[in-house]
């Protein structure tokens, strides 16, 4: 098992940055594909980036690409989602999922933390 706490998130104005981390417990964080998922009230889950067990092999949504990097550093168990130009379409409560299937074969992750709030105001 695998335990994560989110931490990072906060009030930005549009067009600012934040950095999210999401650390991760135990001594196997590099046998985890990891991922940032976000929702917004109302609104249904998203899936907006996703990192291999290396960290070479990322994807984004199409609403974040070229705006948002998903990383990780397997010697600090911590997976990061720097988060560039925001809209305050970004605001959502964002989550960070572990699983341990590959990427790509994950329909639904195994472990999730709590979250945390990004508000973008504009």
């Known amino acids: 098992q695998v335990q994560l706490v989110e931490s990072g998130g906060g009030l930005v104005q549009a067009g600012g940055s934040l950095r999210l981390s999401c650390a991760a417990s135990?001594?196997?964080?590099?046998?985890?594909?990891m991922a940032w998922f976000r929702q917004a009230p109302g609104k249904e889950r998203e899936n907006v980036a996703g990192?291999?067990?290396?960290?070479?092999?990322?994807y984004y949504a199409d609403s974040v690409k070229g705006r948002f990097t998903i990383s990780r550093d397997n010697a600090k168990n911590t997976v990061y989602l720097q988060m560039n130009s925001l809209k305050p379409e970004d605001t959502a409560v964002y989550y960070c999922?572990?699983?341990?299937?590959?990427?790509?074969?994950?329909?639904?992750?195994?472990?999730w933390g709590q979250g945390t709030q990004v508000t973008v105001s504009s």
């Open positions: 999922a572990a699983d341990q299937r590959v990427l790509g074969a994950i329909r639904k992750y195994d472990y």
């Open positions: 990192i291999n067990r290396s960290g070479r092999i990322t």
């Open positions: 135990g001594r196997t964080f590099s046998s985890y594909t």
